[in-house]
T-cell receptor, first 115, second 108 residues
Framework: DAGVIQSPRHEVTEMGQEVTLRCKPISGHDYLFWYRQTMMRGLELLIYFNNNVPIDDSGMPEDRFSAKMPNASFSTLKIQPSEPRDSAVYFC?????????????FGAGSRLTVL | DAKTTQPPSMDCAEGRAANLPCNHSTISGNEYVYWYRQIHSQGPQYIIHGLKNNETNEMASLIITEDRKSSTLILPHATLRDTAVYYC?????????FGKGTRLSVIA
């Protein structure tokens, strides 16, 4: 397996534009997580899915952020409209069953810069 | 709230053992101790986890005190490639919450 695949690796956009980040989890993993990392706040959990269903989105900063998982092999995190404070590295991770063992496999991240 | 306390940084000589401490005095009975590391600009990587017994794998050893209020991650022979931020986290059946971790610098 190629691991968790995220795209794009780098995104530079202007304030007000829509940003879509993509994630392909490891096949067979039932859980998918989106984390955001900044220098000020560290790694923060935004949302996680179980079997494509959002379970907890309490970490999503505001309504400008939305996440979907239309099928077991694909998830998106969308920011619309984007703001400079959204600049961060966004990580996607997947897990077989984190309730049994919280062993997450992280992707390489998507570095977002909003000008 | 990460519920764990780690020193912000540590140095270790190459080839020596690196001992990274973590305090978790409010750990619950069903919570495991997890360790991850993050090498610069990469995603975090799982290292090891344990409940109350000491654990060892090909990457590291985990020593958990008998009262479970603290633990130590041991890298037996640190190399330059072990330079990273190491995160200690607690989890029962909830997603991982990461604190600020310990920045380990392995020095030649």
């Amino acid at each position: 397996d190629a691991g968790v695949i995220q795209s794009p690796r780098h995104e530079v956009t202007e304030m007000g534009q829509e940003v879509t980040l993509r994630c392909k989890p490891i096949s067979g993993h039932d859980y998918l997580f989106w984390y955001r990392q900044t220098m000020m706040r560290g790694l923060e959990l935004l949302i996680y899915f179980n079997n494509n269903v959002p379970i907890d989105d309490s970490g999503m900063p505001e309504d400008r952020f939305s996440a979907k998982m239309p099928n077991a092999s694909f998830s998106t995190l969308k920011i619309q409209p984007s703001e400079p404070r959204d600049s961060a590295v966004y990580f996607c991770a997947s897990s077989f069953d984190f309730r049994r063992a919280n062993v997450l496999t992280f992707g390489a991240g998507s570095r977002l810069t909003v000008l | 709230d990460a519920k764990t306390t780690q020193p912000p940084s540590m140095d270790c000589a190459e080839g020596r053992a690196a001992n990274l401490p973590c305090n978790h005095s409010t750990i619950s009975g069903n919570e495991y101790v997890y360790w991850y590391r993050q090498i610069h600009s990469q995603g975090p990587q799982y290292i090891i986890h344990g409940l109350k017994n000491n654990e060892t794998n090909e990457m590291a050893s985990l020593i958990i005190t008998e009262d479970r209020k603290s633990s130590t991650l041991i890298l037996p022979h640190a190399t330059l490639r072990d330079t990273a931020v190491y995160y200690c986290s607690l989890s029962g059946n909830t997603p991982l919450v990461f604190g600020k971790g310990t920045r380990l610098s392995v020095i030649a």
